[in-house]
């Protein structure tokens, strides 16, 4: 019993540190994807290797968005 409380209590924890990494992510992949795009010698697997790591990057911090809409005080 004294086991799942604490799991219960450090998944919170857990949650929130997988949602800080994926928003410091979220903060980096824009800039990485701006300077790919503005090389104009960059080319087409460059562009479409920015353009996917930002589809990636937006689909985790809406999964984060949603997941903390319903969290109580989210």
Do not use: K
Not at 4 to 9: H, P, S, Y
Not at 22 to 32: D, F, H, K, T, Y
Not at 38 to 61: I, N, P, Q
């Amino acid at each position: 019993m004294t086991e799942r409380i604490v799991a219960l209590v450090e998944l919170p924890l857990l949650v929130a540190e997988v949602e800080a990494a994926q928003l410091r992510s979220g903060e980096q992949v824009p800039a990485g994807a701006r300077a790919g795009l503005a090389d104009r010698a960059a080319g087409e697997h460059a562009v479409r290797f920015a353009l996917t790591r930002a589809v990636e990057s937006l689909e985790e911090v809406l999964r984060v968005a949603v997941s903390r809409r319903g969290r109580p005080n989210g």
